[in-house]
């Protein structure tokens, strides 16, 4: 098998299994939770609490890039399907016209803040690797379907639109207005697990670094606003029509 065929065979296998292999890093993770609490044990708890939400601040401007691409994306676009490439139409406006892959660059901020947050450097060093070996052989495969499905548009537009650093003077407006219905209905999840990841990392770093175990006024709340957002959310979407936008 040729290495194009093989890497493109590598992508869709990842594609279709991108939810659940990230699991397999749990090991690591907890040796890193270990050496976690840097900025506190040196500067103090007001440095590494600034630091913590700083680190938070980033990964909820990864969601703001993926609720821009959520917002203007048309049916059958940007969709959260696993199991094989669907695309209807190819979506090369908005956040699509400055980068090929925004979701992946807005997933990719949002690992950013968490491998901050932690504040070991090796793990930074292996997630960011990682990511790029992992979502490189992602991005050949879906290019292949596109390639084969849209074929000079496709061509045309991957000339001119970087893949994933974006390229903001390449802006072109949307076709369709900014709809905050579809944002809410697409991204309450993301925004619920950025907040639920970081109250997990924060008691984690504090029992396996520290020893103790602590839940703070801050997190808390944090938690069951975004808990209580997120179900209501969930409800509106799966029990009423009111997220529904047509064409969208």
Same mark, same amino acid.
């Given at each position: 098998?040729?290495?194009?065929?093989?890497?493109?065979?590598?992508?869709?296998?990842?594609?279709?299994?991108?939810?659940?292999?990230?699991?397999?890093?749990?090991?690591?993770?907890?040796?890193? %939770?270990?050496?976690?609490?840097?900025?506190?044990?040196?500067?103090?708890?007001?440095?590494?609490?600034?630091?913590?939400?700083?680190?938070?601040?980033? &990964?909820?401007?990864?969601?703001?890039?993926?609720?821009?691409?959520?917002? +203007?994306?048309?049916?059958?676009? &940007?969709?959260?399907?696993?199991?094989?490439?669907?695309?209807?139409?190819?979506?090369?406006?908005?956040? +699509?016209?400055?980068?090929?892959?925004?979701?992946?660059?807005?997933?990719?901020?949002?690992?950013?803040?968490?491998?901050?947050?932690?504040?070991?450097?090796?793990?930074?060093?292996?997630?960011?690797?990682?990511?790029?070996? +992992?979502?490189?052989?992602?991005?050949?495969?879906?290019?292949?379907?596109?390639?084969?499905?849209?074929?000079?548009?496709?061509?045309?537009?991957?000339?001119?639109?970087?893949?994933?650093?974006?390229?903001?003077?390449?802006?072109?407006?949307?076709?369709?207005?900014?709809?905050?219905?579809?944002?809410?209905?697409?991204?309450? &999840?993301?925004?619920?697990?950025?907040?639920?990841?970081?109250?997990?990392?924060?008691?984690?770093?504090?029992?396996?670094?520290?020893?103790?175990?602590?839940?703070?006024?801050?997190?808390?709340?944090?938690?069951?606003?975004?808990?209580?957002? +997120?179900?209501?959310?969930?409800? %509106?979407?799966?029990?009423?029509?009111? %997220?529904?936008?047509?064409?969208?």
């Amino acid at each position: 098998m040729a290495l194009r065929e093989d890497l493109e065979r590598q992508g869709n296998w990842l594609f279709r299994n991108r939810s659940y292999l990230p699991l397999l890093g749990f090991p690591i993770l907890f040796i890193a %939770l270990r050496n976690s609490e840097y900025l506190e044990r040196v500067f103090g708890e007001p440095v590494d609490t600034f630091w913590e939400f700083f680190s938070m601040s980033i &990964s909820f401007l990864g969601l703001a890039i993926r609720c821009l691409v959520a917002g +203007y994306a048309p049916r059958g676009t &940007s969709g959260r399907n696993t199991k094989s490439q669907v695309a209807e139409v190819l979506n090369t406006t908005g956040m +699509y016209s400055v980068a090929r892959n925004p979701l992946y660059l807005g997933n990719f901020v949002i690992i950013l803040g968490a491998t901050l947050f932690i504040q070991v450097w090796w793990l930074a060093f292996i997630v960011w690797v990682g990511f790029w070996l +992992y979502y490189e052989r992602i991005i050949l495969a879906e290019e292949e379907f596109l390639r084969n499905k849209f074929g000079a548009t496709f061509l045309k537009w991957a000339e001119k639109t970087p893949i994933f650093f974006p390229n903001p003077r390449n802006w072109k407006s949307p076709d369709l207005p900014f709809s905050f219905k579809t944002v809410l209905r697409r991204e309450f &999840s993301t925004f619920f697990a950025i907040i639920a990841v970081f109250t997990f990392l924060d008691i984690s770093a504090d029992l396996l670094a520290e020893g103790k175990f602590e839940l703070s006024l801050p997190w808390i709340f944090l938690f069951i606003l975004g808990l209580v957002i +997120y179900m209501t959310l969930l409800v %509106l979407k799966k029990k009423t029509h009111k %997220l529904d936008v047509s064409g969208r």
